[in-house]
């Protein structure tokens, strides 16, 4: 007779976040960028994880026994136990790092505001380098929209725009003046046929401080698609 699993299905993992990030540092001492960085590497691993249910024809919920309580023979038991328990951690992870981004942001928007009514350097704790005081190179802008999407050959792609990219500027729209992105689609109606500067953050496939990238995106029709651009914006 084999031996019942009831529980086999329900994975125990520790309930708070881990405190380090992708190479042992404590989260406490990442800067603003780098915890986004740090943000776009589990979300990564979260979508590959899930892959590897959906191949094995199991979510979260599908249970891993039988009707009568023991453990299933079609499926790789084992794994998906092992999987699921890392997605959770990483969900634990994601929802630590949301608050810390978002912590992060209000400090950065009020320096930058501070900043510019005194006309005084933003500090550099907040301005993208670590709390520890160590150097990371320029300040980097916070950015305030994500690319989700890229179309083929599309005036979004021309310019070299990539999924996963975070916009910083687009045009004169930045993080004080988006306006829910509402500022982003104005700026492009006008500027039909004519390019727009475009910054963004690339979040670096090792991990650490992103890169910043610049480019000219010109808005225009009968690209083959729909819409001006191309690509699909979500605000940060």
Do not use: Y
């Not at 776009?40 to 191949?55: F, G, I, P, T």
């Not at 299933?72 to 328990?85: E, H, K, L, M, W």
């Not at 978002?102 to 928007?109: A, D, F, I, S, T």
């Amino acid at each position: 007779m084999g031996l019942r699993m009831d529980d086999l299905h329900a994975p125990t993992v520790a309930s708070g976040p881990t405190s380090n990030g992708q190479n042992g540092v404590s989260r406490d001492q990442l800067s603003l960028m780098e915890l986004i960085a740090e943000k776009e590497r589990v979300e990564a691993e979260m979508q590959a994880l899930a892959s590897v249910l959906e191949s094995h024809g199991v979510n979260m919920n599908t249970t891993l026994t039988t009707f009568d309580g023991f453990p299933r023979n079609d499926i790789d038991v084992a794994q998906i136990r092992t999987t699921r328990a890392r997605i959770i951690r990483l969900r634990n992870d994601f929802k630590d790092l949301m608050s810390r981004i978002e912590v992060g942001l209000h400090k950065h928007h009020a320096a930058m505001a501070e900043a510019a009514q005194n006309n005084t350097p933003v500090p550099e704790n907040i301005a993208g380098v670590a709390a520890t005081g160590s150097s990371a190179g320029p300040a980097l802008e916070a950015p305030f929209a994500k690319v989700n999407s890229v179309m083929p050959g599309s005036p979004a792609e021309s310019a070299g725009l990539q999924v996963g990219d975070n916009i910083t500027k687009f045009g004169a729209v930045d993080w004080t003046n988006h306006e829910k992105l509402s500022k982003v689609a104005e700026v492009v109606s006008q500027n039909e046929g004519l390019p727009i500067v475009v910054k963004a953050l690339r979040p670096r496939s090792a991990g650490g401080r992103p890169e910043q990238v610049q480019m000219q995106l010109t808005p225009r029709r009968n690209w083959g698609g729909r819409g001006l651009l191309g690509c699909h914006l979500l605000p940060v």
